[in-house]
């Protein structure tokens, strides 16, 4: 508690107001297009993958929820448990979903006590852009825990509006199979020329009993979801003040709450559970950013949040035990860019978290973790090479109030990226990143009764990427291709290995070596006035073997959960009386185990989609009405063993805006 007392207070007064929430972060990142070195080429390539939804894409693939949106984005693997309030989480390049950061609106999301981020709280109503990175972004001005993950799902709200003072709302109904009822709305003004508030809100009901079939060898049996109702919602509030034309001051408050039932894996002739998880998630952040001078520009970030999870067991029988789990967190952070020269830009970043976790189901109690975090960054862009080079230093520090604490951490994570354009008259660039990266052993991995283990060393994860850019623009039609090819490899992976059927132990086992390709294709031809078709797919091949025993028999096995094959297409006819968008995409098979054993194989899939849109103009008034139906072959298949997805379903949706 002394380290607390001492480091917490000393960062705080280093910071002072010097605080940036996410509400400004797209306009940061816009202002650092020009700002951080002032590119004679605008359209300069990317180092490293990035792939980005903007809010009008998501409209015109007609994707209407963030697993959807997840598909068309090459080199991630999804775990999805099925539903509307089924767990969802994302996997990059085989590496693993706890490798993953997630940014909402400019600051990371974080879970000390599982490492995972379930997607499955955040809702696209309101949501403005996506951008998954691998390895490193090009944007150097940026807070340290930002870049201390190997890939980051960036998700982007919408902004309070400044250009007017006159009152932005969006609403939207939608409603779909299985009861499921999502409401939403978006309020955002500008209550002087220098103060805008906005105020978002979702709220989502599903019964979510979807039919599902369960094969006994031969024996084919019909069967419904049980027990998997669900509500959830939440509310977001943004202020945005302009201090100066140089200096903006914003803050966020947020609340999610869900209630829902947990299904259960299914088993044969037995498909009743009564298992029951209630998670609420507050936060507040506030932010500053300043452009000080041509050459020097300051921000900073300041955020607590609090997390719980309330799960009850309605079958004591079953062995495992009713738990609470609180989780706590002080985070701040301040960054400083300089840049002395047009195509050179230098960066320095600090942030300090403290993270807490509260049950009774630890071998320790109340574990915590001080966290430091420092980054020195440099950018060199000139008219045809972009280098981008990062030092990031981390120090962990572990804690407990009884019992055995955790190893500490220290480690050295370098970086670099470039990428170069080969002919001056078109937009063919080739690219490469190499990026040095750890994780530490999340809290249950390190304390968990019966499973955690103190012992464990940090994953240490290592990426290297060659790759190919290509777009072309004419009158009528435009084309942009990318081609990836990428090997990593994890050392000390954490994995659990069984004693007995009843206790397990986390040890530091696995050696995993990753090697693929992806492959993006975006295209769109205008065929005549208000008439256009768009094609957009991607494609990843990746090997994700294990490498832990040489002398092993599941020696270079395909890990777990890891297809070799994944792929979505995408068509979309744009035409003035009803938008349509077809979209395809599936894997080939999966194990659930290392090993391959018999009965753990997970078959391949294809499902396809469809939806059809059009906006109606009204005066002052936007109206867009949409209807999608999904997986219109009816095809049953599991993200995750014994977890069906659901089979044909549809959805329908109504959005007003004023």
Same mark, same amino acid.
């Given at each position: 508690?002394?380290?607390?007392?001492?480091? !917490?207070?000393?960062?705080?007064?280093?910071?002072?107001?010097?605080?940036?929430?996410?509400?400004?972060?797209?306009?940061?990142?816009?202002?650092?297009?020009?700002?951080?070195?002032?590119?004679?080429?605008?359209?300069?390539?990317?180092?490293?993958?990035?792939?980005?939804?903007?809010?009008?894409?998501?409209?015109?693939?007609?994707?209407?929820?963030?697993?959807?949106?997840?598909?068309?984005?090459?080199?991630?693997?999804?775990?999805?448990?099925?539903?509307?309030?089924?767990?969802?989480?994302?996997?990059?390049?085989?590496?693993?979903?706890?490798?993953?950061?997630?940014?909402?609106?400019?600051?990371?999301?974080?879970?000390?006590?599982?490492?995972?981020?379930?997607?499955?709280?955040?809702?696209?109503?309101?949501?403005?852009?996506?951008?998954? =990175?691998?390895?490193?972004?090009?944007?150097?001005?940026?807070?340290?825990?930002?870049?201390?993950?190997?890939?980051?799902? =960036?998700?982007?709200?919408?902004?309070?509006?400044?250009?007017?003072?006159?009152?932005?709302?969006?609403?939207?109904?939608?409603?779909?199979?299985?009861?499921?009822?999502?409401?939403?709305?978006?309020?955002?003004?500008?209550?002087?020329?220098?103060?805008?508030?906005?105020?978002?809100?979702? /709220?989502?009901?599903?019964?979510?009993?979807?039919? /599902?079939?369960?094969?006994?060898?031969?024996?084919?049996?019909?069967?419904?979801?049980?027990? #998997?109702?669900?509500?959830?919602? +939440?509310?977001?509030?943004?202020?945005?003040?302009?201090?100066?034309?140089?200096?903006?001051?914003?803050?966020?408050?947020?609340?999610?709450? %869900?209630?829902?039932?947990?299904?259960?894996?299914?088993?044969?002739?037995?498909?009743?559970?009564?298992?029951?998880?209630? &998670?609420?998630?507050?936060?507040?952040?506030?932010?500053?950013?300043?452009?000080?001078?041509?050459? @020097?520009?300051?921000?900073?970030?300041?955020?607590?949040?609090?997390?719980?999870?309330?799960?009850?067991?309605?079958?004591?029988?079953?062995?495992?035990?009713?738990?609470?789990?609180?989780?706590?967190?002080?985070?701040?952070?301040?960054?400083?860019?300089?840049?002395?020269?047009?195509?050179? *830009?230098?960066?320095? *970043?600090?942030?300090?978290?403290?993270?807490?976790?509260?049950?009774?189901?630890?071998?320790?109690?109340?574990?915590?973790? +001080?966290?430091?975090?420092?980054?020195?960054?440099?950018?060199?862009?000139?008219?045809?090479?972009?280098?981008?080079?990062?030092?990031?230093?981390?120090?962990?520090?572990?804690?407990?109030?009884?019992?055995?604490?955790?190893?500490?951490?220290?480690?050295? #994570?370098? #970086?670099?990226?470039?990428?170069?354009?080969?002919?001056?008259?078109?937009?063919?660039?080739?690219?490469?990143?190499?990026?040095?990266? !750890?994780?530490?052993?999340?809290?249950?991995?390190?304390?968990?009764?019966?499973?955690?283990?103190?012992?464990?060393? $940090?994953?240490?994860?290592?990426?290297?990427?060659?790759?190919?850019?290509?777009?072309?623009?004419?009158?009528?039609?435009?084309?942009?291709?990318?081609?990836?090819?990428?090997?990593?490899?994890?050392?000390?992976?954490?994995?659990?290995?069984? /004693?007995?059927?009843?206790?397990?132990?986390?040890?530091?086992?696995?050696?995993?070596?990753?090697?693929? =390709?992806?492959?993006?294709?975006?295209?769109?031809? #205008?065929?005549?006035?208000?008439?256009?078709?768009?094609?957009?797919?991607?494609?990843?091949?990746?090997?994700?073997?294990?490498?832990? %025993?040489?002398?092993?028999?599941?020696?270079?096995?395909?890990?777990?959960?890891?297809?070799?094959?994944? @792929?979505?297409?995408?068509?979309?006819? +744009?035409?003035?009386?009803?938008?349509?968008?077809?979209? !395809? &995409?599936?894997?080939?098979?999966?194990?659930?185990?290392?090993? +391959?054993?018999?009965?753990?194989?997970? $078959?391949?899939?294809?499902?396809?989609?469809?939806?059809?849109?059009?906006?109606? $103009?009204?005066?002052?008034?936007?109206?867009?009405?949409?209807?999608?139906?999904?997986?219109?072959?009816?095809?049953?298949?599991?993200?995750?063993?014994?977890?069906?997805?659901?089979?044909?379903?549809?959805?329908?949706?109504?959005?007003?805006?004023?």
């Amino acid at each position: 508690m002394g380290r607390r007392a001492i480091i !917490f207070p000393l960062m705080m007064s280093v910071l002072g107001l010097q605080a940036q929430t996410d509400s400004i972060a797209s306009r940061v990142h816009a202002l650092q297009g020009v700002e951080i070195v002032s590119l004679k080429n605008k359209t300069v390539a990317a180092t490293v993958p990035v792939q980005m939804i903007t809010e009008e894409r998501m409209l015109n693939l007609g994707i209407m929820t963030l697993a959807d949106a997840l598909t068309h984005i090459a080199g991630i693997t999804v775990r999805d448990y099925g539903g509307a309030g089924g767990m969802k989480t994302v996997s990059v390049r085989g590496i693993g979903s706890r490798h993953t950061g997630v940014i909402y609106d400019g600051i990371a999301l974080s879970d000390c006590q599982t490492g995972e981020i379930d997607l499955s709280r955040y809702s696209l109503d309101n949501v403005s852009m996506l951008k998954m =990175v691998i390895g490193e972004d090009d944007n150097i001005f940026l807070p340290a825990r930002s870049t201390s993950s190997a890939a980051a799902l =960036v998700i982007d709200n919408l902004k309070s509006p400044t250009e007017d003072h006159s009152a932005h709302l969006k609403a939207r109904l939608t409603y779909g199979s299985w009861n499921t009822v999502v409401p939403s709305l978006y309020y955002g003004q500008s209550l002087s020329d220098r103060l805008s508030l906005s105020v978002m809100g979702e /709220f989502t009901h599903s019964d979510n009993d979807y039919p /599902f079939k369960i094969y006994n060898v031969k024996l084919l049996t019909k069967e419904r979801r049980q027990n #998997s109702k669900m509500n959830s919602g +939440h509310l977001e509030t943004n202020l945005l003040w302009k201090i100066t034309d140089r200096q903006t001051l914003s803050g966020k408050l947020y609340y999610y709450d %869900n209630n829902r039932q947990l299904p259960g894996i299914v088993h044969l002739y037995n498909n009743k559970n009564s298992e029951t998880l209630h &998670d609420q998630n507050a936060f507040a952040q506030a932010g500053y950013y300043a452009t000080l001078s041509d050459r @020097f520009s300051l921000q900073g970030n300041l955020k607590y949040n609090w997390a719980k999870s309330d799960y009850r067991n309605g079958n004591p029988a079953s062995g495992i035990p009713d738990g609470r789990y609180y989780q706590q967190e002080y985070y701040a952070s301040v960054a400083a860019l300089y840049s002395p020269k047009s195509w050179l *830009a230098f960066s320095y *970043a600090g942030d300090y978290f403290y993270n807490a976790l509260t049950t009774g189901q630890t071998a320790s109690g109340h574990p915590s973790r +001080h966290s430091l975090l420092q980054t020195l960054s440099a950018k060199v862009a000139t008219g045809r090479l972009t280098v981008v080079s990062r030092l990031l230093w981390s120090n962990y520090i572990n804690e407990v109030r009884a019992g055995e604490t955790g190893k500490d951490g220290r480690r050295l #994570s370098p #970086s670099i990226s470039l990428s170069y354009r080969l002919l001056s008259a078109e937009e063919l660039y080739i690219r490469a990143f190499w990026k040095s990266i !750890f994780r530490m052993p999340t809290f249950n991995e390190l304390y968990y009764y019966h499973i955690g283990s103190t012992d464990l060393r $940090p994953e240490k994860t290592r990426q290297l990427n060659l790759g190919v850019t290509y777009a072309k623009r004419q009158r009528r039609f435009e084309t942009s291709l990318t081609l990836d090819g990428y090997l990593n490899r994890v050392d000390d992976k954490i994995v659990a290995i069984p /004693f007995n059927m009843f206790v397990w132990h986390m040890m530091n086992l696995a050696k995993v070596t990753v090697y693929g =390709v992806d492959f993006t294709a975006n295209a769109r031809y #205008s065929l005549a006035a208000r008439h256009a078709l768009e094609l957009n797919g991607n494609y990843s091949w990746q090997r994700a073997e294990n490498q832990s %025993n040489k002398n092993s028999e599941y020696y270079k096995n395909q890990i777990a959960y890891t297809p070799e094959h994944t @792929f979505c297409a995408t068509m979309t006819w +744009h035409n003035p009386w009803a938008n349509f968008t077809c979209a !395809f &995409d599936g894997m080939d098979e999966r194990w659930t185990t290392n090993s +391959h054993s018999a009965g753990t194989r997970i $078959p391949g899939f294809v499902e396809m989609d469809a939806s059809l849109w059009r906006t109606f $103009p009204l005066k002052k008034y936007t109206l867009t009405a949409r209807a999608a139906m999904m997986n219109i072959a009816d095809k049953q298949y599991d993200l995750v063993a014994h977890y069906p997805m659901p089979g044909r379903s549809w959805r329908i949706s109504i959005t007003l805006e004023i």
